[in-house]
């Protein structure tokens, strides 16, 4: 493995060093905080922050212990990263930051529900004590309630109970995500129902409490016209925080920095953080599978172009663009004509390179196709099986019918080979395990659907959802933006999703203005005559 690989590594450095000379100590020294200094710099170039939930070294080890664990992919092709890292101060620092920030994140999520959750009580409990407060202080003076005010009962218990369930239904619902800001709306709305109710508290406390009123029928209208009021203020809380975002008004082109695929969406009135929000929502349906295999081999390629090309320095042989004369060129034992012809040749096998490209690519269709066949021809051949299977059984009795876990055990290994070549291929072995191959399989099985079916999982990459995986599905975003991300989205504004292995990038575009103008036709323009000459054969 990397990681034993790079701990021999060490150890060898670590016995040969004990037995080396102070000088080449030294120079060991300066080497490492050279390289030291050399990854501080490139990590400051770098933007992207490491999710307190991932690790830090891109889940390479993690990836590994998976492939390893399952025993599925025997090849560890579609594991990217390297195999020595160093963790400096400023790592473990920015570390310990991301862990913290976590933990603030999850306390005021709490602290949110736990405020939220008194102010619903003191909303729903209000009324009540508006009309049982006169019957404890003072029973003896209060007016008796006729008719219509029992009916005012009613009213208030059949208000509260609608309120209670369209709360819960527009406020109480599971979290779909953590935002890195209040949401404006909702707090204005939390704002208003706290204003409100100590208002009425106060003309309640001054107006009541304090004079002791006798009127009870007045004190119980009292009490609904706070509900009722409560209950404009939720229909208010319904137009802006659902219907007001229902409209489209812009269009956001979505693309992952990778790979480039680019999708559409439309929103409507919305801040960066909600938009954010709903670009993540699509992207887990939409996208397919980041696969970073996929990427390997043009990079692979490019190193392999650049190693071949070395590149001179030319003005050495000129004494008059140097700073030593012409001792620099006999130094370099290089002549100009030679530089010329390396530099032709660099620039010939430039030119070449689209034909290995060509090659290369055709070359791998040419693969994935045979793989392909036949892996078509294996499942085919399981489904067969299994068919002959299904009638055998229908024979035997009630308790010995095979069940789809077991007949997808069962068959698996016919098709296992064929589908693991065919994994490797289209480096997608590190996205099915062997148990989720086998669940697939027996979900088919129980639905009785055709090889197509249990095919289409497999032939092409699906979107993120459809793997199983919580290393896909729990991620981390942060969200990166110029403006505030409580400010709505204007024409041309651009953030930044990144989490680990990419980044989403997201640029808005407001929808134009459509006028659209009728234009009216005579209907009696359409006719025409027919004119036939009596000499025709008509």
């Not at 029973?139 to 709360?167: D, H, M, R």
């Not at 308790?399 to 065919?422: N, T």
Request: charged letters at 20%.
């Amino acid at each position: 493995m990397d990681t034993e690989s790079t701990y021999s590594g060490y150890s060898y450095y670590s016995g040969r060093s004990r037995g080396s000379h102070r000088h080449g100590e030294r120079s060991r020294d300066r080497d490492r905080h050279k390289s030291r200094t050399k990854d501080s710099r490139s990590e400051k170039s770098v933007t992207i922050n490491t999710p307190p939930a991932e690790p830090l070294l891109g889940d390479s080890t993690v990836r590994g212990e998976q492939v390893q664990d399952d025993n599925w992919g025997e090849t560890t092709t579609a594991v990217t990263g390297t195999s020595e890292h160093s963790l400096s101060q400023e790592d473990i620092v920015r570390i310990t930051k991301d862990l913290e920030d976590s933990v603030g994140l999850d306390c005021r999520r709490y602290f949110t529900l736990t405020l939220a959750v008194i102010l619903g009580l003191l909303v729903f409990l209000t009324p009540l004590a508006f009309l049982v407060l006169p019957h404890l202080l003072w029973p003896e003076k209060l007016q008796s309630c006729g008719t219509a005010c029992e009916g005012l009962y009613i009213s208030v218990a059949f208000k509260l109970l609608i309120l209670l369930l369209a709360v819960w239904a527009l406020f109480f619902r599971p979290p779909r995500a953590g935002l890195p800001r209040v949401f404006v709306f909702r707090a204005l709305l939390a704002v208003l129902v706290l204003l409100f109710v100590i208002s009425y508290w106060l003309f309640y406390g001054v107006r009541i409490l304090d004079s002791q009123d006798e009127n009870y029928h007045g004190i119980v209208q009292y009490a609904v016209s706070l509900v009722d009021a409560l209950l404009f203020i939720h229909y208010l809380a319904i137009v802006l925080l659902e219907l007001r975002q229902l409209q489209p008004c812009f269009s956001v082109c979505v693309t992952r920095s990778t790979d480039g695929e680019t999708r559409h969406y439309n929103l409507g009135q919305l801040s960066i953080q909600r938009a954010a929000l709903a670009v993540l929502e699509h992207y887990y349906s939409d996208f397919s599978i980041h696969n970073p295999a996929l990427l390997s081999a043009s990079k692979s390629r490019a190193a392999k172009h650049l190693a071949g090309l070395k590149v001179y320095n030319v003005d050495g042989e000129f004494p008059a663009a140097t700073a030593e004369g012409p001792g620099n060129n006999a130094s370099s034992g290089i002549t100009h004509s030679q530089s010329r012809a390396m530099i032709a040749a660099a620039a010939r096998r430039r030119d070449t390179s689209h034909n290995e490209l060509y090659y290369e690519e055709a070359e791998q269709e040419r693969r994935v196709r045979k793989r392909r066949a036949r892996l078509v021809v294996a499942v085919e051949e399981a489904f067969t099986h299994i068919k002959r299977m299904q009638e055998d059984e229908q024979k035997k009795a009630p308790g010995d019918v095979m069940d789809p876990r077991e007949a997808a055990q069962a068959i698996f290994p016919s098709m296992a080979r064929a589908l693991q070549k065919y994994l490797r291929t289209t480096k997608q072995q590190h996205c099915h395990s062997m148990e989720s191959i086998q669940q697939h399989l027996a979900f088919c099985i129980t639905n009785n659907m055709t090889p197509k079916a249990f095919l289409e999982n497999y032939l092409s990459l699906g979107p993120t959802l459809q793997y199983s995986r919580n290393h896909w599905l729990a991620r981390q975003w942060t969200l990166i933006s110029e403006a505030s991300v409580t400010s709505g989205l204007k024409d041309g504004a651009v953030f930044l999703l990144k989490c680990v292995d990419f980044s989403l990038v997201v640029t808005s575009r407001k929808i134009p203005y459509i006028q659209m103008s009728e234009e009216y036709i005579d209907p009696k323009s359409h006719r025409f005559v027919l004119r036939l000459q009596s000499e025709t054969s008509v």
